[in-house]
């Protein structure tokens, strides 16, 4: 664990590890016993149900979501997605938009644990002409939000688009840094079916 929260370049991917994995074992941080092997992966695949759009079992789909250091030789590919804050609410009211920086999964008591660091955006509210939602990074003294959740939370991807406002892109911009750059994003709820009808 010491040698990766090196190699990833955060201090305290240890001990948020740690915090996941005792509310996932409802006990404290520590109270708990040392932890086991870890294994990184560069990508997980989500299983959700899609009323809209009914094959398989009771309409039932599968999309990957990657976060890999280099796609296809070039700059790091971390996807977005939706995670389930609570299932009472509605739409994005009950969801929260994250970007995936690690995949893993550690084992503790024998019991393997299959979780991602990710990096939190807060709601900012509708967009009345888009009809779309808009988030920002979620950010305290500066500093992007990060915490380590269990897959369980995830449902899908999430697709964002800048919000660009009024000033020129420079010809140069690299499109890897788009998450990195801009103030606030919108939740495309037109990038396929499924976000339209989980979104709305």
């Avoid at 070039?74 to 938009?97: H, L, T």
Wanted: include cysteine; charged fraction near 20%; proline fraction near 5%.
């Amino acid at each position: 664990m010491e040698s990766l929260s090196i190699h990833i370049g955060e201090p305290d991917f240890i001990y948020m590890t740690q915090d996941c994995l005792a509310m996932q074992t409802d006990t404290s941080v520590g109270d708990l016993s040392p932890l086991g092997a870890v294994s990184v992966f560069h990508s997980a695949v989500a299983t959700f149900f899609a009323p809209s759009n009914i094959s398989g079992t009771c309409g039932m789909q599968c999309e990957r979501i990657q976060s890999t250091p280099s796609w296809r030789g070039g700059a790091p590919c971390r996807d977005c997605a939706f995670i389930v804050e609570d299932d009472e609410k509605d739409g994005m009211s009950g969801m929260a938009v994250v970007r995936i920086l690690l995949f893993f999964l550690v084992t503790y008591n024998r019991v393997e644990y299959p979780c991602a660091l990710v990096e939190w955006f807060k709601r900012v509210g509708l967009d009345p002409i888009t009809g779309m939602w808009v988030v920002r990074p979620d950010r305290t003294h500066g500093r992007w939000d990060k915490t380590v959740v269990h897959l369980d939370c995830f449902l899908h991807a999430a697709h964002l688009i800048p919000v660009y406002g009024n000033q020129k892109i420079p010809w140069e911009f690299v499109h890897s840094y788009s998450l990195d750059t801009f103030e606030a994003y919108y939740v495309n709820k037109y990038i396929d079916h499924h976000s339209y009808d989980t979104v709305f």
